[in-house]
């Protein structure tokens, strides 16, 4: 997977990465993969039309969230959270088309739901983008919202 578009391995179990082609897909099973999570919309940049036949016929759980790029919500990340909590621990790929939706929620995850410290949590972040223009509001929300809980 290392030579996957935009992959980065966050830990142990969790692998994020851009859009993987057909092929890339059908390999996850052998590579050990038991979850995929996609935050791709349907036809995003190099989306597979089959992914959810392709990563189902190895056993893997498959689960399409669309993220629409220009308009990310809580609600979504919300959903994401859960996801994520639910197999944490057991190998996991998380993508989107560039894995720039996955970035940004995967370092929201960690500071919000893991109580990284957001500094760290940024490093993979920036190793692939640094969110700007609606996503850099999306993030701000999302942690001002973390950090100042409705009562």
Do not use: K
Request: negative net charge.
């Amino acid at each position: 997977m290392h030579d996957w578009r935009n992959y980065l391995q966050i830990d142990d179990w969790l692998h994020t990465a851009g859009q993987p082609d057909a092929g890339q897909l059908a390999t996850l099973g052998a590579l050990g993969i038991r979850h995929v999570i996609n935050l791709a919309l349907p036809d995003s940049d190099n989306a597979v039309a089959d992914e959810a036949r392709i990563v189902a016929a190895q056993g893997i759980d498959y689960l399409n969230i669309p993220v629409d790029f220009e308009n990310p919500t809580r609600a979504q990340f919300e959903l994401f959270c859960t996801c994520l909590d639910a197999v944490a621990g057991e190998p996991t790929l998380v993508h989107c088309a560039y894995n720039m939706r996955v970035s940004a929620f995967v370092y929201l995850y960690r500071v919000t739901r893991c109580n990284l410290a957001p500094e760290e949590a940024r490093q993979a972040l920036l190793q692939l983008w640094e969110p700007s223009g609606v996503w850099a509001a999306f993030v701000e929300s999302c942690l001002a919202a973390w950090e100042d809980p409705p009562r």
